[in-house]
């Protein structure tokens, strides 16, 4: 088997990672964004670094829509979709492209990513979105701009480092 092939069985293989982690987020709403979104991020950016940035994008494109498929975000927050997936590509780019420069390029890249991704989700949630007029319910626009708030760089600042983590533990195992 090629690495091409090999990336994209991996790449198959996280993404059903993240379904689960979206499915218990469902059936355990309560744990959701607190263990969902930090298990979630930390998917995306194993798959930028083990398969590729193209597949990491690619499991970030499909996992705002799949959580909403399977009723993990709720459907009042589908026109906000788009801009979820831009937020991933942003935290998957930014990452995948400070991990490159040198030892400690990961970790600036899981930082700076986390905040840029907050700031424009944060930003969209509460100007863009009135802006464009796609949620006019002001229940729904305060409740998304809560959800895509401080909540979000936490996630992704936790899901980066516990990446790091596991890709540091994998390396030493000589898996990677």
Known sequence: MNNNSKNLVRGGLFLAIAI?????????PQVSQVFVGPAVNAVLLLT???CGIWIGIGIGILTPILAFALGQL???FAPFIPFIIIGNVIFIAL?????????????IGVIVGAVVKFLFLYLCA?????????ITNPKVVSKLSVAMGFLQLITALVGGIVAIILLTLLKKRKQL
């Open 48 to 50: 930028a670094s083990i």
């Open 95 to 107: 990452y995948y492209n400070f991990s490159k420069i040198n030892k400690i390029g990961k970790i």
């Open 74 to 76: 709720p459907a009042p």
């Open 126 to 134: 509460t100007k863009i979105i009135i802006l464009l007029n796609l």
């Open 20 to 28: 689960i982690f979206q499915m218990i987020g469902r059936v355990y």
